[in-house]
């Protein structure tokens, strides 16, 4: 189920910023809409008399999105990174299918909703009345929890009502919780918390990234903060962020710039002093919310500002480290870009040294540093463009 928000996200995109496509984009999101019960069933998606539907609009998917690469929105500094991620996460995606192995497809398709929400909640609001019609014929009873469903809602910019499906996953699962609780006569005992910290983080989110209203944030965090029914880690840090957002809610900030000024003053003030490795224990994970946001709207409607380089430094830095909890990361996207579109800006380097760090970390462990060739030839590549 989670594969049809990929092909949201750049169905509602392109529908937005490219009316000569809006036909063509209109039957490719009906085309997907009809896969809906296959990717959500593994034996409806593995079934041998379904493989050519499937694979028709597989590929009719991966045609019209590798065509919209001409679209201005996609080559903007916020949105293409996201984009490349998809047309190649998708390209894969129909190579897999095509060779016949259905269940790691299907898996692609459904490891797809963080992509897309990292690229989502950058859209202006706004798709074309056949859109919404179809969207509002997709029903609770296509998805198999609250979770999956307010998700869906959620990257179809219907925020108000999936913060009602969320606040339903909450609450059905606390019930849960009870009730295995008396079962196994355990008082610390909690059934699937992980869906219950992914809705309040969501909740959260929606509050600070999305549409900026820490007040609202707050309402959340104070409505859960204190019921034991949900794990004592997650409290724990419901009352960080309480803390967090109270600064938010006093702060002359509005969730968008009218100014470099005031860009800039935002950077000193939240970002410039951040010791940018000592940050994943969470604890400016409400800031990297809020700045992810503002820096989003700010870039993509200034593409060409000078801060561009270091906004994407920052934005990388903040990917990386609500990826963790929030979204799938594009951060050495952010960073490779960085180097690639601004060479003799004095953050390339920057972005060159922490790209670096961020391969060697990666693949380092207890046998010592192993760098496959690829990569190895990707930094020299990287390096080359600082040096012409």
């Known amino acids: 189920m989670k594969g049809l928000f990929l092909v949201l996200c750049i169905s509602m995109t392109v529908l937005a910023t490219a009316t000569t496509t ?4 209109g039957n490719v999101f009906q ?6 019960p296959y990717i959500n069933n593994e034996m409806k998606f593995r079934d041998s008399s379904n493989e050519a539907l499937i694979r ?4 009719k998917l991966n045609d019209a999105f590798s065509n919209a690469k001409h679209l201005k929105s996609f080559a903007s500094p916020g949105f293409k990174p996201s984009y490349d991620v998809i047309v190649e996460h998708l390209e894969h995606t129909v190579e897999t299918f095509d060779s016949g192995n259905k269940v790691f497809a299907r898996s692609r398709l459904k490891a797809t909703a963080q992509i897309c929400m990292s690229c989502h909640v950058q859209l202006k609001s706004g798709a074309s009345t056949n859109i919404k019609r179809q969207l509002s014929k997709v029903g609770r009873s296509s998805f198999n929890s609250d979770y999956d469903y307010a998700d869906f809602l959620y990257l179809t910019r219907n925020y108000g009502k999936a913060e009602v499906f969320y606040r339903n996953e909450i609450r059905n699962r606390i019930l849960k919780n009870r009730k295995l609780r008396k079962i196994q006569k355990g008082a610390n005992t909690h059934y699937l918390d992980y869906t219950i910290d992914k809705s309040l983080r969501r909740l959260v989110t929606l509050h600070t990234r999305i549409n900026y209203n820490p007040s609202k944030a707050m309402t959340v965090v104070k409505e859960y903060k204190n019921n034991k029914d949900i794990s004592l880690k997650m409290r724990e840090e419901l009352e960080e962020w309480e803390e967090d957002l109270k600064t938010w809610i006093k702060n002359p900030y509005k969730g968008k710039f009218s100014s470099k000024k005031e860009l800039n003053n935002f950077l000193d003030k939240y970002l410039r002093k951040i010791d940018v490795d000592s940050v994943a224990d969470g604890s400016e994970d409400i800031t990297f919310l809020v700045a992810s946001g503002a820096i989003y709207r700010y870039l993509n409607k200034y593409p060409k500002s000078e801060l561009a380089p270091e906004l994407l430094y920052w ?3 903040v990917d990386k480290q609500l990826s963790f909890n929030y979204l799938y990361s594009l951060s050495s996207l ?3 870009q960085c ?5 003799k800006s004095k953050f390339a380097r920057k972005c060159l040294a922490k790209y670096k760090s961020d391969i060697e970390f990666g693949y380092t462990g207890s046998g010592g540093t192993f760098i496959p060739k690829d990569e190895k030839d990707e930094i020299t ?3 080359s463009l600082l040096k012409k």
């Open 22 to 25: 809006k036909n063509v984009m």
């Open 31 to 36: 085309s997907f809409l009809d896969l809906i």
């Open 56 to 59: 028709k609009n597989l590929h």
């Open 315 to 317: 934005v990388s830095i």
């Open 334 to 336: 952010y960073l490779k």
């Open 339 to 343: 180097i690639s579109n601004y060479p």
């Open 381 to 383: 590549r990287l390096e």
